[in-house]
């Protein structure tokens, strides 16, 4: 592998002193994934000129292109193998360039053309100047590029639905270099199977637009941030408020839940912190800043309760806020503020939860009994097992969040367009075991168990196994288990055909973690 002529930004080939911390994946399950994740090249581009030069390159020398903006794809699909070049967009588009961030109103609504190149703290402190929200996910240094195309997944779900279902437009470079602008209208096909299809396998997205929503217009909007100590009866009580919440499908489209369930995070005695912390302090720049690094926490469980008017005569049910606050580890109290303000408020600051590698599961399902099936009771089991030590070499971080009901708007923007899978959901569970590598099998085997007790024919969570892109784990051969992460044969098919109409010369397939192209 060479570096590329007429390339104004940075390159970085294997091997190389500065090639090391641009490689290094923080957010993969593992330190060391069984699937080869070191690029030949690295190249970071200064602008879309040298993102053409780099596709006509690989192009010419049939090589792929993995590309990446925050790292943050669970798998490592976000990078490739020797042969290939990994693309790095995670400063390109958000210099002092005033085109990367734009907001304007037309008449009654506002919009914003916005960067991939943006993480979603940056995005959400910019949304803010301007009064202005939309729904995004709760991870801050996750960047929009892969963020948008996999949903965006976030605490206002059930009020406003997926940040992917307000994109008004993508502006991408295609496999021939050239500049192009889909839409709805435009393209239908591309547009389906670049929101929600496998990100960055039909071109390199650099800009989109989307309408967003203003503070003015949701005056009375209520939050609640609940932070309880670690306790099996405190979750399980916790946990049935969810579920009934989420067995029952008239409940109003005003409130959004999610509980999040956290190990305790301080260096147990014997125990050497990961590679995450090593990676933060020797490459801050690019690692990036993390607002919480040096605080720590208890065993914990962390409410976030949030509830929005959609009219003048919708009323807050303050009972329903004050099961989350009863017996709260620190005094809380639901506040009145602007949903630019609260959308920041449910923002995590960590750049990740735990400095240890770690085995994911995001599990969705569409049941509505899960307060008679029992599944509270197995949940607080399972997660019991590994919060309850304190000296078993495994941390957990769990989100439980509702997405269901007839009034959903994750449910009733299914059919916008965008192919983002699972749309009937009810609820979503994340349960990662982070931990050292001399328990890299005890992690899997729980997980593995959480798979036999909760998922298929007779799971007590899901009778199906749902799967969401973002949260990818298991077989990295997408195409082997495509059925987990798309609903029917017919919609793959439909992705299949658009990724052969987007990369007829697999300049966009660097790993097997993609929707396989049609013959």
């Not at 190990?263 to 490459?283: N, T, V, W």
């Not at 965008?418 to 609820?427: I, K, L, P, V």
């Amino acid at each position: 592998m060479a570096t590329i002529a007429g390339v104004t930004g940075k390159q970085f080939l294997h091997g190389t002193t500065d090639y090391v911390p641009r490689q290094y994946q923080y957010a993969t399950t593992t330190h060391k994934v069984d699937h080869d994740m070191n690029p030949g090249l690295i190249v970071e581009p200064l602008d879309k000129d040298d993102i053409k030069s780099v596709v006509a390159f690989a192009k010419a020398n049939k090589k792929a292109i993995a590309i990446r903006t925050g790292g943050h794809q669970y798998s490592g699909a976000s990078s490739t193998g020797r042969d290939n070049i990994q693309l790095n967009l995670s400063n390109t588009f958000k210099s002092d360039s005033p085109d990367d961030f734009v907001y304007f109103e037309k008449g009654d609504k506002s919009f914003v053309r916005a960067s991939v190149s943006h993480s979603l703290g940056e995005f959400n402190d910019l949304l803010g100047k301007h009064h202005a929200f939309v729904p995004h996910g709760q991870c801050t240094h996750v960047h929009l590029g892969g963020h948008v195309q996999t949903g965006g997944y976030g605490q206002l779900g059930r009020s406003f639905g997926l940040l992917g279902d307000h994109v008004l437009s993508l502006e991408i470079i295609d496999h021939d270099g050239q500049e192009k602008e889909i839409t709805r209208s435009s393209d239908p096909d591309l547009f389906f199977a670049w929101l929600g299809g496998s990100p960055g396998n039909f071109g390199v997205l650099t800009h989109f637009s989307i309408e967003v929503y203003r503070d003015a217009d949701y005056h009375g909007s209520l939050g609640l941030r609940a932070v309880h100590a670690y306790d099996t009866a405190k979750l399980r009580q916790l946990l049935g408020h969810l579920a009934e919440m989420s067995d029952d499908e008239n409940f109003p489209r005003n409130y959004d839940l999610c509980i999040s369930v956290l190990s305790a995070d301080f260096d147990i005695p014997g125990l050497i912190a990961g590679l995450d912390e090593q990676m933060r302090e020797e490459h801050p720049e690019i690692f990036g800043v993390d607002e919480k690094a040096k605080e720590s926490w208890p065993r914990m469980i962390v409410v976030y309760a949030q509830y929005v008017p959609f009219g003048p005569h919708d009323k807050p049910d303050m009972e329903w806020f004050e099961q989350f606050k009863m017996g709260a580890y620190a005094p809380c109290d639901v506040e009145e503020k602007p949903m630019s303000e609260l959308t920041a408020q449910w923002i995590f600051r960590n750049t990740r939860e735990f400095d240890h590698p770690y085995v994911k599961r995001a599990y969705l399902t569409k049941s509505t009994t899960l307060v008679k099936d029992g599944w509270v009771d197995w949940a607080v089991r399972r997660m019991d097992e590994i919060v309850g030590p304190t000296d078993n070499g495994q941390w957990l971080s769990a989100q439980l969040q509702s997405f269901g009901g007839k009034h959903s708007m994750f449910t009733k923007n299914a059919g916008n367009g965008t192919s983002y899978s699972w749309r009937d959901s009810t609820m979503c569970m994340v349960v990662d075991n982070f931990h050292i590598p001399e328990k890299k099998g005890d992690a899997e085997a729980w997980e593995a168990t959480n798979d036999e007790e909760g998922i298929g024919a007779n799971g007590i969570f899901s009778k199906e196994d749902r799967r969401a892109l973002w949260g990818s784990f298991g077989s990295f051969d997408l195409d082997s288990v495509w059925n987990t992460y798309h609903e029917n044969r017919p919609k793959y098919e439909r992705l299949m055909e658009a990724r052969k109409r987007a990369d007829p010369d697999g300049v966009f397939t660097p790993n097997t973690f993609c929707v396989k192209r049609a013959p």
